[in-house]
């Protein structure tokens, strides 16, 4: 019933810790551009522009696309600002894509940023709220407990999430947009940096990054006409639950195992391992990828960490089913982009276009955002074929 | 594309201070009642769920997570966010419907504004470089533009009373209103000025609250057995971010909005219009190209009550509650987003 949708153009800026020569919507802007050049388009090609970011009190900006509008040429448009939690920029491309297969926009626009070195998302996650328990722990202590809790559960070796930080970090030297640049990093240098909450590691977390990510995602008809390979929506899927209730299951929560049926039914994959020839999943902590295997149907219940450390998910092992070719987000950090990164990253695989992390012959790719504490999801399937 | 139904909507009474209620305690009882009218039991009984809210409000990132809480999403549900009005939400939700991954959706918004001070809130809704570092408040920016429009000899401040004093009266028959009564333009126009030109009951109350809407497909709303009142068209814009560079006595955003939604295709009957100031619906009776016989704000209009993140949404309900009720058989609802109207979105309604 919905209309066919394509990405034809992706832009991103390089992740770094400050872009310290660009404002908010210059970065933004820069993004844009990059999108409109990749499709060979202009500003006045555009319908509608949909900005995605989340929270508003990381840069201290309150709904930043009234400021934004004017850098991405929507004076006179329509704008929506989508947020939800981590997953914001997995949402962000599922909405904006809605525009296109309600068949109400021909062909839009749509953005999502962070610019860290203007926000404390340490601060903007942990202030205390009255009449709640004040969890003074960030992201990655509010994670562990759920990490040991797999640990224990699956007896997966402890140097798993090594394995995993190295593979992500080799894979982000393939990638020159990638943050982190460490083409030499070993498993020792991983498990010699500091414990920051056990199990996790320093340099099993991810960065804190600046950038921007942005899509242009057309209809059929001008998706044939666009200069250069379009990669076609084969499914989108959303799912929240709540954050904490009674037997709420926190390391595979049902929500994700929801969403990923939902988004394979959609693109009729059965067997996400082999139907799929790549995913980029949102890995903000090592752990998280042997979780995620499981979770998304890559491995059966207990078995995640194996395909781990047998290579499967790596591109230098020529593992048969590669895992965040481009660095994932181990690598780069722009929060309110990064759900956004990994569904373009995705696009780039069945364009055939991610350089030097191309996998040979993508044909089928799986971009995967989550957030919140592991309560809300968004994935999308996208094909170099229509079907 | 697929006609959409508005099959249900509730909203809280608006009050200045909820007290001790927080955020999930003003919502669950409106969606409560929104699904009741519908005779559905949850969030699982819809195909999807849209929130719109501001994390500000709260004073905590990720405010909407709690709102999550309140819909007891067990099992998971289809579920989004917008950073906006509600208005918004419901905009989000006729594109998943008319996209075919939905027949029906809950909407809400809610706002606890009373905490904080919100004009000053909002001023970081500015440019962050070379606006919000002023401070410039909601009220500076609307009184910056009633100046303009008493300049330009477009309005008088009596034009400005009588929208305050035709607000009051109407809303002496919302219960969820919080100002009402009878004022003339001479007793309003004796009270003295807050910030020039403004005086305080040109401006819009803070008011806390919530409210909730369920549309779906006309087929999907046939087979509830509900009346409801068809959602003709919906379209929004938005503007530049730079006073200097529009023209703020014009609504340019709610011109081509209204024009996109087919506004002039049929009387406008009634029309509810987000103005936190009352120069502000002259601007939009305009830009809407609305004459004399539409009724404009019957239910009194935010400046009667202003649930922000849910007003916009509650133009559109109120529209939707009279056509289902059959007092009208089409109308207008408009809501707005930003300083001095910036982003404003347009709706046409009609019964069958």
């Known amino acids: 019933m919905a209309e066919l949708a394509a990405v034809v153009g992706i832009g991103q800026t390089k992740y770094q810790t400050k872009h310290k020569t660009v404002s908010i919507a210059g970065l933004v802007r820069d993004a844009a551009l990059k999108a409109l050049q990749d499709a060979e388009l202009t500003w006045d090609d555009i319908d509608a522009v949909i900005v995605g970011k989340a929270p508003d009190m990381f840069e201290g900006m309150i709904m930043p696309e009234l400021y934004l509008t004017d850098a991405l040429g929507c004076n006179g448009k329509p704008m929506l600002r989508v947020h939800t939690a981590g997953s914001v920029g997995g949402s962000t491309a599922i909405v904006a894509a809605s525009y296109v297969q309600s068949g109400m926009f021909k062909r839009i626009l749509t953005v999502t940023y962070e610019k860290q070195s203007e926000s404390n998302a340490m601060w903007a996650l942990s202030n205390a709220q009255p009449f709640s328990v004040h969890l003074n722990a960030g992201a990655g202590g509010f994670f562990a407990p759920i990490i040991r809790e797999y640990m224990r559960r699956t007896n997966a070796p402890s140097d798993a999430g090594i394995k995993v930080a190295v593979k992500d970090r080799l894979h982000g030297a393939r990638n020159p947009l990638a943050h982190l640049q460490l083409p030499n990093i070993t498993m020792k240098e991983v498990e010699d940096s500091p414990m920051l909450w056990e199990p996790l590691r320093f340099l099993e977390s991810c960065p804190s990054s600046d950038g921007a990510c942005a899509l242009v995602i057309s209809n059929e008809e001008l998706a044939k006409q666009s200069p250069k390979k379009p990669a076609w929506i084969r499914g989108t899927a959303m799912r929240s639950e709540p954050t904490m209730y009674a037997g709420r299951e926190e390391v595979s929560p049902q929500a994700g195992i929801d969403c990923a049926k939902d988004v394979y039914a959609q693109a009729g994959i059965t067997n996400p391992r082999k139907d799929l020839d790549c995913a980029e999943v949102y890995v903000p902590f090592s752990w998280y990828e042997p979780m995620w295997l499981e979770n998304l149907g890559f491995a059966e219940k207990g078995e995640g960490w194996k395909l781990t450390m047998e290579g499967a998910t790596s591109l230098d092992e020529n593992g048969d089913i590669p895992w965040n070719c481009s660095g994932g987000v181990l690598s780069s950090n722009p929060i309110g982009a990064s759900g956004m990164i990994r569904f373009a990253e995705a696009a780039r695989q069945v364009r055939g276009d991610a350089g030097d992390h191309q996998v040979d012959g993508a044909k089928l790719a799986l971009g995967h955002a989550y957030g919140g504490g592991a309560q809300f999801f968004a994935m999308w399937v996208v094909g170099s074929e229509k079907a | ?352």
């Open chain 2, 1 to 352: 594309m697929r006609d959409i139904a508005i099959v249900s909507f509730v909203q809280s009474d608006c009050v200045r201070d909820a007290g001790a209620l927080n955020e999930v305690e003003l919502i669950m009882p409106v969606i409560r009642k929104v699904l009741d009218n519908v005779g559905i039991q949850s969030a699982q009984d819809v195909d999807f769920t849209c929130s719109g809210s501001c994390d500000y409000l709260q004073g905590a990132a990720f405010a909407f997570v709690l709102g999550v809480d309140a819909l007891g999403a067990v099992p998971p549900i289809k579920e989004s966010h917008v950073e906006m009005d509600a208005a918004w939400a419901l905009y989000e939700a006729v594109l998943k419907i008319r996209m075919g991954q939905a027949d029906s959706a809950l909407l809400y918004g809610f706002g606890k504004s009373s905490p904080g001070e919100l004009p000053i809130v909002l001023s970081q809704q500015l440019d962050p470089y070379y606006l919000s570092p002023l401070w410039l408040d909601t009220v500076s920016s609307a009184a910056l533009q009633a100046r303009a429009m008493l300049d330009n000899g477009d309005i008088t401040e009596a034009d400005m009373a009588e929208v305050v004093a035709r607000s009051r009266k109407n809303a002496k028959s919302n219960p969820h209103a919080q100002l009402k009564g009878d004022v003339s333009v001479d007793e309003l126009l004796a009270e003295p000025t807050y910030l020039s030109p403004l005086r305080m009951h040109d401006c819009c109350p803070i008011s806390d609250g919530a409210s909730a809407m369920v549309i779906a497909t006309v087929e999907k709303a046939k087979e509830w057995g509900k009346p409801y009142a068809v959602l003709k068209g919906i379209d929004h814009r938005i503007e530049s971010h730079h006073f200097g560079a529009r023209d703020l006595t014009k609504s340019v955003s709610t011109e081509i909005a209204a024009k996109a939604a087919g506004v002039a295709n049929g009387p406008v009957e009634v029309a509810e219009l987000y103005a936190p100031f009352s120069h502000q619906e002259i601007i939009l009776k305009k830009a809407l190209g609305l004459g004399d016989d539409t009724v404009i704000n019957p239910s009194g209009g935010v400046l009667a009550g202003n649930q922000m993140m849910a007003s916009g949404l509650s133009r559109v309900g109120e529209v939707a509650n009279r056509i289902i009720k059959g007092e009208i058989k089409r109308g207008v609802a408009h809501a707005t987003s930003g300083h001095a109207l910036q982003q404003n979105l347009v709706a046409v309604l009609e019964g069958e």
